[in-house]
């Protein structure tokens, strides 16, 4: 059985960090593909250990705020 899990991803310095809030993982990579990659097999193995409750996906928006330079 495969379940979907959210993933979110953003820079920091030189690599690329992926997050999966539902599971509380992150890994991180060179680029947004190996990061995601990497996220994927660190779920796996915290699933392995701790498995995965049901869930529901997170809602994902923006805001606005100002901003003074």
Same mark, same amino acid.
């Given at each position: 059985?495969?379940?979907?899990?959210?993933?979110?991803?953003?820079?920091?310095?030189? /690599? &690329?960090?992926? $997050?999966? @809030?539902?599971?509380?993982?992150?890994?991180?990579?060179? %680029?947004?593909? =190996?990061?995601?990659?990497?996220?994927?097999?660190?779920?796996? /193995? &915290?699933?392995? $250990?701790? @498995?995965?409750?049901?869930?529901?996906?997170?809602?994902? %928006?923006?805001f =606005?705020?100002?901003?003074?330079?």
């Open positions: 059985m495969k379940k979907t899990f959210a993933a979110v991803v953003y820079k920091e310095k030189k /690599l &690329y960090v992926a $997050e999966c @809030p539902e599971a509380g993982t992150a890994s991180q990579g060179k %680029t947004i593909e =190996e990061a995601l990659l990497n996220l994927k097999e660190a779920t796996e /193995l &915290y699933l392995e $250990e701790f @498995p995965a409750r049901q869930h529901t996906h997170p809602l994902l %928006t923006t =606005e705020v100002p901003v003074h330079a």
